[in-house]
């Protein structure tokens, strides 16, 4: 099998194989969507000929997640450039959902900032009263 779009964006891999393969679910990712090439390029052979994705090393069984693909593919007829670009899709989805995630992050960060600065203001007005005093 030939792969040519990055499983984690959907774009195209580089035809030259500048790009890193999962050794659990069998797909090529993009250096920027995985893992920097600098740290790829320290590791050992044997680190590199077992490398995982997040997906595969968060825990999902490479197996049953390769198995599932295939079956669902036979069964729906599906070409693998078809499935290819679902793929890709489905994760700029979860990059979405994780994004909110990061915003609420954010809106609490701005909310504890926001109540620091109100304190502060406090602490220096009542410094300012007791100089004035």
Request: with cysteine; aromatic share 8%.
């Amino acid at each position: 099998m030939t792969l040519t779009k990055c499983f984690k964006c959907g774009d195209s891999l580089p035809e030259e194989g500048d790009f890193v393969y999962c050794h659990g679910c069998e797909e090529g990712y993009h250096f920027k969507c995985s893992i920097s090439s600098s740290t790829y390029n320290v590791m050992s052979n044997k680190r590199k000929i077992t490398w995982r994705c997040e997906t595969c090393r968060d825990g999902q069984k490479a197996d049953e997640y390769k198995a599932e693909s295939q079956k669902s593919a036979s069964q729906s007829g599906m070409k693998q450039q078809e499935i290819m670009e679902i793929k890709g899709m489905l994760r700029n989805l979860q990059n979405k959902i994780d994004g909110r995630n990061l915003q609420n992050k954010i809106d609490g960060i701005v909310k504890s900032q926001q109540f620091i600065s109100a304190k502060y203001d406090e602490i220096k007005s009542g410094h300012v009263e007791m100089r004035n005093m």
